[in-house]
């Protein structure tokens, strides 16, 4: 009951002031392997900041330390330089951080309106009783957060697939319904971990232009890909490097450093 009652709380909307990340000292090992030992690097206020490095060089670990599912062993996460080390997945959430995950997680028996329409739960007003009972206010409530979702969901073209069961749809689109479900809780930080890994050409060319969309629109985002191409849309980009940040800089300026260069041809 504490838990929905902190939930109302809190302002439904809207996107007020984009947040700063900051990673300083991060370190973090399983069992006796090293993967990160200390990693820096701040996410200014408004800009899109990216994250490269080979494979299994500690981006998602990183992302799983900032958004709370992992406990760094040193360091500190700072969220508009408040420490978030006491805080749950569900508070750092609260507090406008939210991600996407490099294999999509979604609620595959569900619709694709009602997945999107899960990312709306912190807009709801009506306690767990009045919902249960139906009342006029929870209809008319349930009626303005669909509302809300369909329009998220035909801004991210998926309009089409309101009903359809989400887990019947292609990695690509199970991805798109994963970025509209962030979208509409509104996050102030968005980390988005390999978005366009299983979309075609086309797909990473709307995506990218989604990005911008989201940026333009306040959030400050936190982006890991593969794709060299989509990271030029990064104000900034860290490479990552056997738990360190060896590079930082425009994309253009990371592509053409040797230590990057290096780590990725192995050379
Ligand atoms: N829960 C875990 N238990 C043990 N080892 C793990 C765990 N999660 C990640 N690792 C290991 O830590 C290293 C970093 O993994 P991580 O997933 O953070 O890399 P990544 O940079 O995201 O890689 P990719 O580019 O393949 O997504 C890898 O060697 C991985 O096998
Ligand atoms: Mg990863």
């Known amino acids: 009951m504490t838990a929905v009652a902190d939930l109302k709380r809190l302002p439904s909307r809207p996107i007020d002031l984009p947040a700063t990340l900051e990673l300083s000292g991060i370190a973090h090992s399983f069992g006796g392997f090293k993967v990160l030992t200390d990693v820096n690097f701040a996410v200014p206020q408004g800009q899109i900041v990216g994250l490269i490095g080979p494979n299994g060089s500690g981006k998602s670990t990183c992302f799983n330390i900032v ?32 991600r996407t995950f490099q294999t999509p997680k979604v609620f595959e028996r569900m619709s694709v309106l009602e997945n999107v329409m899960v990312g709306l739960h912190k807009d709801g007003r009506s306690g767990i009783l009045a919902s249960m009972l139906r009342t006029p206010t929870t209809r008319r409530e349930f009626d303005r957060l669909r509302n809300t979702a369909e329009e998220a969901c035909r801004k991210f073209a998926l309009g089409k697939f309101l009903d359809a069961q989400t887990g ?34 086309e797909e990473i060319g709307q995506l990218r232009s989604w990005i911008a969309m989201l940026n333009s629109e306040g959030m400050t985002i936190l982006l890991v890909s593969h794709d060299m191409g989509l990271m030029t849309i990064a104000d900034t980009v860290h490479a990552l490097y056997f738990g360190e940040i060896i590079a930082s800089g425009p994309m253009a300026a990371i592509q053409a450093d040797p230590r990057v260069r290096e780590a990725y041809l192995g050379g």
């Open 168 to 201: 019947r749809l292609p990695a690509g689109q199970r991805r798109v319904v994963e970025l509209a479900r962030a979208y509409v809780g509104a996050p102030r930080l968005l980390l988005l971990d390999e978005p366009s890994s299983g979309l075609n050409t």
């Open 67 to 98: 958004s709370g599912f992992l406990r760094p062993k040193a360091g500190r996460v700072l969220l508009s330089g408040r420490d978030m080390a006491a805080d749950s997945i569900q508070a750092r959430t609260r507090h406008g951080l939210m």
